[in-house]
């Protein structure tokens, strides 16, 4: 499982645009999960934490692979 978080692509608007920040779960380049962070571009400290926290979880099956799982961890900021 491997765990993302980048700023959500759109083809419709320039990079400098986007601001919103998702946090992915991906099993063999498929997405299991996708959920919208509060994070911002500027705060990747913040968002390697989350990684580290998300991922740490799942591997010990605290959490499950599922946005639903997943969201309470994206609504905050570590």
Do not use: C, F, W
């Not at 601001?19 to 099993?27: M, S, Y």
Request: overall charge negative; hydrophobic content about 45%; proline content about 6%.
């Amino acid at each position: 499982m491997v765990v993302r978080i980048a700023v959500a692509a759109d083809a419709y608007l320039p990079r400098r645009e986007l601001h919103t920040v998702t946090l992915e779960l991906l099993a063999e380049d498929r997405v299991e999960a996708t959920v919208n962070t509060v994070l911002t571009p500027a705060q990747v400290t913040e968002a390697r934490k989350l990684a580290d926290q998300v991922a740490s979880r799942l591997q010990s099956g605290e959490l499950q692979p599922t946005a639903s799982a997943i969201e309470p961890l994206a609504d905050s900021i570590p």
